[in-house]
């Protein structure tokens, strides 16, 4: 007998109020199985976005902005 067959003979015996709850927790596992190769999707959609997103500041030799160019400025309400 493999697993789901003894899975299905211990859910046969089990009230219909406790099935459905078993069916629930089913229904969650599969939807978080199925999950998993999405975010492992985004998340190499994510790195190849932030590597070309970066592409070239590697060879930038000076800043942008210098501290020179800061200003801290306060209003007063």
């Known amino acids: 007998m493999n697993v789901a067959e003894k899975i299905d003979n211990q859910v ?3 009230p219909e109020q406790t ?3 078993v069916l629930d927790f ?3 596992l599969l ?6 190769p999405v975010r492992d999707e985004e998340q190499e959609w994510t790195r ?3 590597a070309s997103a ?3 500041l590697e060879e930038e030799s000076e800043p942008e902005y210098t ?3 800061l200003e801290e400025r306060f209003s007063s309400s």
């Open 19 to 21: 099935q459905a709850e």
């Open 48 to 50: 190849m976005s932030l």
């Open 12 to 14: 046969r015996s089990l």
């Open 54 to 56: 970066m592409r070239g």
């Open 67 to 69: 501290e020179a160019d």
């Open 31 to 36: 939807t978080k199985t199925e999950q998993k």
């Open 26 to 28: 089913v229904e969650y």
